[in-house]
């Protein structure tokens, strides 16, 4: 079975401090893994996935296939970064179908 | 291009009524996808439709029903509305193809539906 944990629903920061936001997810095969962003009014957006290895507004995320983790982590937070965070996870596809396993989500809030 | 587009934004219903929500994917996308979110948690799969083909379905009871039309829009149809339905539901088209095409999914904004 495919599940994505995340176990934090809420994380309070201050400005300029580091942010790391925890997923662990469970698929016996290879995934594909993506963080999705929230932000305030807005809709369900992409903010990065694993196999670009980009930097999308200075958060990272490595894939650890040990530790089955894609923890989202970014050195220096922003004001801007409050949002509602969602890790997700496409594992093989089963029967042609591209489906998204999405964990609970983590709400950031970065205090100024 | 207007993005993923969903109607309508809002809608109330009362228990066993039956409710229709539409999508309209990003222009050239032929896969659209249905996802429920309940309040409070992450987006749970519905349903996935290519080229007018059911391609998945997720573990929703047969009252959730879908279909594709020839222009690649989409119909979420639920039957029998429960409390439980109560959600928003989340609309999103994609240019894989089952063979090619990026594995990522642009959302529309949603369908919140209250059931009274």
């Known amino acids: 079975a495919q599940r994505v944990t995340q176990p934090e629903k809420l994380l309070s920061v201050f400005k300029g401090a580091p942010v790391e936001l925890k997923c662990n997810y469970s698929?016996?095969?290879?995934?594909?893994l993506f963080w999705y962003v929230q932000y305030s009014r807005q809709r369900l957006q992409l903010l990065l996935r694993?196999?670009s290895r980009e930097s999308i507004k200075g958060f990272t995320a490595d894939l650890n296939k040990g530790e089955t983790s894609f923890h989202l982590k970014k050195p220096f937070a922003q004001e801007e970064d409050s949002a509602m965070y969602y890790c997700?996870?496409?594992?093989?596809?089963?029967?042609?179908?591209?489906?998204?396993?999405f964990g609970q989500g983590t709400r950031l809030t970065i205090n100024p | 291009d207007a993005g993923v587009t969903q109607s309508p934004t809002h809608l109330i219903k009362t228990r066993g009524q039956q409710v229709t929500l539409r999508c309209s994917p990003i222009?050239?996308?032929?896969?659209v996808s249905w996802y429920q979110q309940v309040l409070g948690q992450g987006p749970q799969f519905i349903f996935q439709?290519?080229?007018?083909?059911?391609?998945g379905r997720g573990n929703f009871p047969d009252r959730f029903s879908a279909r594709q039309f020839p222009n690649y829009s989409s119909e979420l149809n639920v039957n029998a509305l429960l409390l439980g339905d109560s959600a928003l539901y989340l609309c999103?088209?994609?240019?894989?193809?089952?063979?090619?095409?990026?594995?990522?999914?642009?959302f529309g904004a949603g369908s919140r539906l209250t059931v009274l």
């Open positions: 997700a996870l496409s594992g093989a596809i089963i029967q042609g179908a591209q489906k998204l396993v």
């Open positions: 999103a088209s994609s240019s894989w193809t089952g063979v090619s095409g990026a594995n990522v999914l642009t």
């Open positions: 694993h196999i």
């Open positions: 698929y016996s095969g290879s995934p594909e």
């Open positions: 439709y290519y080229e007018k083909e059911e391609r």
């Open positions: 222009s050239g996308h032929k896969s």
